[in-house]
């Protein structure tokens, strides 16, 4: 039976589903036949395709909204992504939402009686060394944000050994893919700068990082979700294994744009505080999960791009 067989007609409650990552869990919950229930920071500024069945707008550190959204949805699984965060020098509300609103998820999924929680961390919980980081490398938190993720798993941890909730904890890398906004980091910035024949500033060239293909990202989430059955606790990677650094992903934008603009490298400014090398392996969730990437890193990059120029274009 497929994954989308085991979910089909399951009610799920996706948290962050306003967010890139957590509106593409959604939409395929949905496309699979799953009743889907979707909370959402603020109202959307577009729709969505493959509309949820339900959404509900408010904060996960609302326990009074959150209690209303599991007695209303009554979810057999929860898929919690909603996160804050940080950017230069603003930290507001990153400790509140990572921490006492995963805590929050947790005990809403225990007292409503939710048979598992997949939760996403971040790859940043891991020290910064230039092998490929498995699921039982060193750990490090050189950012309020990191703290808050590891302070996320541990809740995790302590809510599947002492409340009996199973839960999967999945470690994005560098997740791209249609419908990223600017904002959400380099990947789709140059891909906005380029789209506008712009030149585009690489910071950090020289760091390397693991990109993995949004759809890729979804699938190994909902094969976390049907594994719960057997696992009351899991963590694993999501990544592809491949590093590239941030100067030859912006290359192969431009060049598949086809702008007369060019970017330009900064091998120095501003890396000290961000990991140089974040690449991982993913034998382990293929060994857990049956899964790896099925998108290459040109496809995943053609099907963005794409996607980006329609939206302009629209």
């Known amino acids: 039976m497929s994954v989308g067989d ?10 962050g589903a306003g967010g890139f990552f957590g509106g593409h869990v959604a939409s395929r919950l949905s496309s699979v036949g799953a009743e889907v229930h979707s909370i959402h920071h603020s109202e959307p500024s577009q729709s969505l395709p493959e509309s949820p069945h339900r959404r509900y707008v408010g904060d996960v550190t609302d326990e009074q909204f959150l209690d209303t959204c599991f007695r209303e949805a009554r979810p057999e699984y929860v898929y919690h992504l909603a996160a804050k965060t940080t950017s ?24 409503h009686d939710a048979e598992g929680v997949v939760f996403t961390s971040s790859a940043y919980r891991y020290a910064d060394t230039r092998t490929a980081k498995t699921e039982s490398h060193p750990v490090a938190a050189s950012s309020l944000y990191d703290a808050s993720k590891r302070s996320g798993e541990r809740l995790a941890r302590s809510y599947s050994e002492n409340e009996g909730l199973s839960v999967a904890v999945a470690v994005p890398f560098l997740v791209y893919g249609p419908r990223q906004t600017p904002a959400g980091g380099l990947i789709p910035s140059a891909i906005a700068s380029a789209l506008e024949d712009e030149s585009f500033r690489v910071r950090c060239t020289d760091h390397v990082r693991d990109p993995v293909f949004v759809g890729d990202a979804v699938d ?15 963590l694993f990677n999501v990544c592809g294994g491949t590093g590239m650094t941030a100067g030859e992903m912006v290359g192969d934008i431009y060049e598949l744009v086809g702008a ?4 330009t490298y900064d091998h120095a400014a501003e890396c000290e505080q961000t990991a140089s090398h974040l690449v991982g392996d993913p034998s382990h ?19 963005t791009v794409e996607a980006a120029r329609r939206e302009s274009d629209s």
């Open 285 to 303: 969730a293929a060994e857990l999960l049956d899964w790896k990437p099925t998108t290459s890193w040109r496809d995943g990059l053609r099907r």
């Open 6 to 15: 085991e979910l089909s007609s399951r009610t799920v409650l996706v948290t």
């Open 260 to 263: 007369d603009a060019r970017p």
């Open 88 to 111: 230069r020098g603003e930290s507001a509300g990153v400790v509140e939402t990572n921490v006492t609103g995963t805590k929050n998820v947790f005990e809403k999924a225990v007292e």
């Open 220 to 234: 190994a989430l909902l094969n976390a979700t049907i594994r719960l059955a057997d696992d009351d606790w899991m």
